[in-house]
Every structure is written in C-alpha cells, then in structure tokens.
C-alpha cells in the first residue's frame, strides 16, 4: 500500500526490524519538474522512484548516514502526468532508523527585476546591483551576472558588486536565472567621462 504525498508535504517515517520497506505515490498532473527531497538517518538506504507502470525510472544509495549525521539526496526531474511511486528500503535487515521525505513541485523563475545605479561617473569605483525573482516562491532564486564589455564595468557572477574603470560608455550588465527556466534581465548602465579638477595647458616654445 502506497502512501499518497501532497505537494510541499513532508512525511517521517522508521525502517525496522519489521518494517523493511515504505511506499509513497505522487500524481502529477500535467508536465512539471519536481524535486523529491530524501533525508536519511538510516545507514545506508535506497530510494527508488516507479512510473505508473511499476518500471525503475531512478535509483539512489544514501550510505554513510546516522542519527547525528543524516544526508540528504534531491531527486529532481521534469516528469510527464502520471502517477509515480517512490520505494524506500534498508541495505540490509541490519540498517534502521529515521528518515523524511518531501515532495515539491519546482516553481521557475517568471521575472527577473534589476535595480540600483544606472549612470556613474568613470573611475568612481564599485556599488552593488540588486535582482528581484518572481515569483515570490520561486525554488531557485539564484542568478549570474555577466558585463557586456568588460572594458568599461566588471561584475561579480555570484553578488552584483558592479566595478566600474575609466572608461566612458555604456555597458550592459545581465542577471541570468539558474533553474532551467532561461529567463534573464539586462540592464544598462551610462558611464560618464571623468571630469578634470583643474584644465591641463600646454606651453609651447
């Protein structure tokens, strides 16, 4: 008998002496990605995952786990509409114990919203860009940043820290998604030239 898991659903559950294997079942309805979250106290445990024709589609061995030190294994996949089942069992008869299971349908990125400065003096030095991801719930809310001409701006990947050099221009700085859903943003930034404090006269003889 299969347990049905909701969506966003966490269960525990307990591998005994006597209870050496758990089943759980997931409907998915149209085509999604999904992501089944498997935490393991056991020792060394499986969990497979059947379509609904009772055929393995995945296999996972969680091993070195216990009480103190659980690990934990993210099955993700883009499934087709079905009903799916997930198969949790021991190594041996002599590995026991904890474990959780979470199913959660994957949310992808819709939007990506950048703010911050948009024209700054050449030389100036550094100042952060900010992405917002929409949706709110988004899984992954993760973006790499990228300059369109590093001659002019350089940008952190992972932070946004925009560093810009002395030279005038306009650059184009890019906030890419990182869950699959190729949704990106470009923002431009006008860097003006640098202005002299004092004019610079040449004296000829």
């Known amino acids: 008998t299969a347990m049905s898991l909701g969506n966003d659903r966490t269960v525990t559950g307990f591998l005994s002496m006597d209870v050496r294997v758990d089943f759980f079942k997931i409907s998915v309805p149209t085509k999604k990605r999904v992501r089944l979250i498997y935490t393991s106290y056991i020792n060394d445990s499986y ?56 199913y959660a349908e994957k949310i992808l990125t819709q939007k990506i919203t950048i703010s911050g400065r948009k024209q700054v003096v050449a030389g100036a030095g550094s100042f952060n860009l900010k992405a917002s991801v929409s949706p709110s719930n988004t899984t992954d809310k993760t973006v790499k940043w990228t300059s369109g001409d590093t001659s002019i701006a350089w940008v952190d990947s992972s932070t946004g820290k925009v560093t810009v050099y002395n030279k005038a221009g306009k650059v184009k700085i890019t906030a890419s998604a990182q869950d699959e859903s190729n949704r990106a943003s470009v923002y431009t930034i006008v860097v003006t030239p640098k202005r002299l404090d004092r004019p610079y006269v040449s004296n000829f003889w």
């Not at 969680?62 to 996949?77: D, F, L």
């Not at 009903?83 to 021991?90: A, E």
Request: glycine residues 4%; hydrophobic residues 25%; charged residues 25%.
């Open 47 to 102: 969990m497979e995952v059947w379509n609904s024709d009772k055929i393995s589609i995945s296999k996972k061995n969680v091993y070195s786990a216990s009480k103190t030190n659980p690990k934990t294994y993210v099955y993700e996949e883009t499934l087709n509409p079905g009903l799916y089942y997930i198969k949790i069992y021991p190594y041996n008869d002599s590995h026991t114990g904890k474990y959780t299971l979470k």
